[in-house]
């Protein structure tokens, strides 16, 4: 069940948001409850478990608050609120990781990579014909993203991308097609659902992403050949999988 003295525990990795699926069930149950102290109190996943405490909150108080949509409403805030001083306390806290100077850059640019791995993915619903490739990107994850550096120009702002030391350049016009596709789902005439902020602009980088994190278990050809050179061993390293096709249906993309 849920204790309050276990809400300050980091539980949440990128795999369980990058496999989660928010269309479909909650993030967490009052059984299994967690946060993402890491994220921000109105991220998805903070989210949903602001709705699975308040679900939880009115059941276990049934006779004392009635379920209705003040209360509903009152609890849902004080939630969000309480989460967001538990995030602020564990960003704060000396023991773990201040995200201060270089540490929240990174992280800034961590949130970049887990939101265009979700739009992606996000896309993906509204194409029947990319269900295969929703698996491969779900296979790629947040850590298989492309990161970028913010820089100021005569236009405004870009981001300049670094993309994965490790990452086959195969993989990127392949990924270029789900952002193609939600522009052109966010730009439609016929489009009606028009939420959220169109994407920043990003332009291509010269310079590799520094971080040495990298996706096991991947199809061989995923990985850029020097890359997989300077690996020591691969086969108990990498755990590779035999390579696949990164393409996309030929109707879809004309």
Same mark, same amino acid.
């Given at each position: 069940?849920?204790?309050?003295? !276990? *809400?300050?525990? +980091?539980t ?7 496999? *989660?699926?928010? /269309?479909?069930?909650?993030c967490?149950? %009052?059984?299994? &409850? ?6 921000? %109190?109105?991220?998805?996943?903070n %989210?949903?478990?602001t709705r699975v405490?308040?679900?939880? &909150? ?10 209705n949509w ?8 004080? =939630? ?6 538990l995030?602020k ?7 773990t !990781? #201040? ?7 990174a992280k #800034? ?11 992606? /993915?996000?896309v =993906?619903?509204? &194409?029947?014909q990319?269900?295969p490739q ?11 993203m492309? +990161?970028?550096?913010?820089?100021d ?6 981001y ?5 030391r ?7 016009? *392949?990924?270029?097609i ?13 489009s009606?659902?028009?939420?959220? #902020?169109l $994407? /920043?602009?990003?332009?291509?980088g /010269?310079?590799? +992403?520094?971080?040495?994190? &990298?996706? $096991?278990?991947?199809?061989?050809? %995923? ?6 050179d300077?690996?020591? !061993? ?5 755990? $590779? ?14």
């Open positions: 069940m849920i204790h309050a003295n !276990d *809400w300050l525990k +980091s949440v990795s990128d795999r369980d948001i990058a496999r *989660w699926d928010p /269309r479909r069930q909650e967490c149950t %009052a059984d299994t &409850f967690r946060l993402h102290l890491e994220g921000t %109190a109105s991220d998805p996943w %989210a949903s478990a405490f308040t679900d939880y &909150f009115l059941v276990k108080n049934s006779k004392t608050y009635p379920d003040t209360v509903r409403s009152m609890v849902l805030k004080k =939630t969000r609120a309480y989460i967001k001083t995030i306390n564990f960003r704060d806290d000396p023991k !990781d #201040n995200v201060k100077g270089e540490k929240k850059r #800034n640019r961590r949130e970049r990579k887990a939101g265009l791995y979700h739009r992606r /993915r996000d =993906t619903f509204d &194409f029947p990319m269900e929703r698996r491969l990107l779900e296979d790629l994850g947040i850590d298989g492309s +990161s970028d550096e913010g820089e120009v005569d236009t405004g702002k870009q300049r991308i670094c993309a994965p490790w990452r086959a350049p195969i993989l990127t016009p *392949w990924i270029r789900f952002d193609l596709l939600y522009l052109l789902r966010r730009t439609g005439e016929d009606g659902d028009q939420r959220g #902020n $994407p /920043r602009r990003r332009v291509a /010269r310079i590799a +992403s520094s971080s040495r994190r &990298f996706v $096991p278990g991947l199809p061989i050809n %995923a990985y850029r050949a020097g890359w997989l300077d690996q020591l !061993d691969i086969a108990n390293l990498m755990h $590779p999988a035999p390579a696949c096709q990164y393409n996309h249906d030929p109707d879809l993309v004309q």
